[in-house]
């Protein structure tokens, strides 16, 4: 008697989420070195730990977050928004915030997040 042992392949993000999230990140990343962010990271993550995340694009690539992880999504607004805060006159403003499911595909952009006093209860509310 034998026994056959089978290795699962991790879960893969939703395709069409990837497409979506591929012509967000040629529409805002400026420059095409930091697509590598994007392919190797965001996908990587998504394809190996599907769930729910806070994903923000800016010109110079990407940041997931876990939307599990409260000091994650509090350390984005206090180190990356209020931060880049400094420099909103020297850079382009199409940076963007969206909240996705790597699990069922869907993704919801949250607009005017800059301004939000509370970003997770807003990615949380965005996540319903």
């Not at 869907?106 to 807003?122: S, T």
Request: net charge neutral; proline share 5%; hydrophobic share 40%.
């Amino acid at each position: 008697m034998s026994t056959i042992f089978k290795v699962s392949s991790p879960p893969h993000a939703p395709e069409r989420l990837i497409a979506k999230m591929r012509r967000i990140v040629e529409d805002v990343v400026v420059f095409k070195k930091f697509h590598f962010d994007f392919e190797l990271n965001d996908r990587t993550t998504l394809d190996h730990k599907p769930g729910v995340y806070a994903w923000y694009v800016y010109e110079c690539g990407t940041h997931l977050m876990p939307l599990n992880d409260l000091r994650a999504v509090q350390e984005f607004q206090r180190d990356w928004i209020k931060g880049l805060a400094s420099i909103e006159g020297k850079k382009a403003d199409d940076d963007r915030l969206y909240v996705l499911n790597g699990r069922t595909g869907d993704i919801q952009r949250v607009m005017e997040f800059k301004k939000e006093p509370n970003l997770m209860e807003r990615l949380l509310h965005t996540a319903i």
